[in-house]
């Protein structure tokens, strides 16, 4: 019988074509690709998010850590004295 525009059947062995081996190792091949690009975009993107926090946490808590640190106490006219190094 034939369709509503006078087509007629098609046979099912048309529908799907034969793949070969080559064929089927490159798809495979490509899916990984693009899961591995997919998976480093998302770590990417991940790591970035982290890195802008970690600014955002300094810039807000950046000037109190620093004033309170020992490197500010410390001026270039001390001398450190060290066991190994035999200073004062």
Not at 19 to 26: H, I, L, M, R, Y
Not at 42 to 58: A, C, F, P
Not at 60 to 86: H, I, N, W
Request: charged share 30%; glycine share 12%.
């Amino acid at each position: 019988m034939s369709g509503i525009f006078g087509g007629g059947s098609r046979p099912a062995a048309a529908a799907a074509p034969v793949k070969s081996v080559a064929q089927t190792e490159a798809e495979r091949d490509a899916a990984s690709a693009r899961a591995r690009a997919d998976e480093r975009a998302t770590s990417s993107e991940r790591s970035e998010m982290q890195g802008i926090q970690r600014r955002r946490r300094l810039r807000r808590s950046g000037g109190l850590r620093l004033l309170f640190s020992p490197a500010r106490q410390e001026g270039p006219d001390q001398e450190v004295v060290t066991k190994l190094g035999g200073g004062s």
